[in-house]
């Protein structure tokens, strides 16, 4: 090599730093690049004219357009993900409170099986009604799902 020798070379640690600052550098920079790209399309204020210029902007100077449109329109950029993450929570939330919901509203065949031995003890259904009511329990077709199937019986 000639006399002037470069400072990376001469402590190969200091060389795979610089490496790795790069590496990560590049990751940012893609991670950035597809960030701009999902928020141009997410944007409902802007046209689909100006979504195509956006976008062609930042592929054709990718370096440029990216740095312009953060720079331009990045306060709004966190607005539109948070506004899109509280939406997502609120339909997880909701798909939770419907399922909860669902399931408390129909009772369980624990439930029914207490609910008609009960009902026997009392002395309102005979054995014969109760084992049949039960074989339905059991079966997965009790008497929630067959409305009359023995509570005609159990009013006597």
Known sequence: MSGAMYLAYD???????????VFFLWIMWFI???????????????????KAGWLVFTIVLP????????IARGKNMGRREMAQARAQQEAVDSYIRETAKSAAGRPSSVDELARLSEIR???DITDDEFR???????????????PGSFTSSAGR
């Not at 370096?63 to 953060?70: K, R």
């Not at 049949?132 to 067959?146: D, T």
């Open 11 to 21: 402590y190969p640690l200091l060389s795979a730093f610089w490496t790795m600052l």
């Open 63 to 70: 370096f440029l357009g990216v740095f312009v449109y953060v």
């Open 132 to 146: 049949r009511a039960k074989e339905l329990v059991l079966s997965g077709h009790g008497p929630a799902e067959h």
């Open 32 to 50: 950035l690049l597809f960030r701009v790209v999902v928020d141009i399309f997410r944007d409902d204020d802007l046209s689909g004219w100006a």
């Open 121 to 123: 003890a009392h002395g």
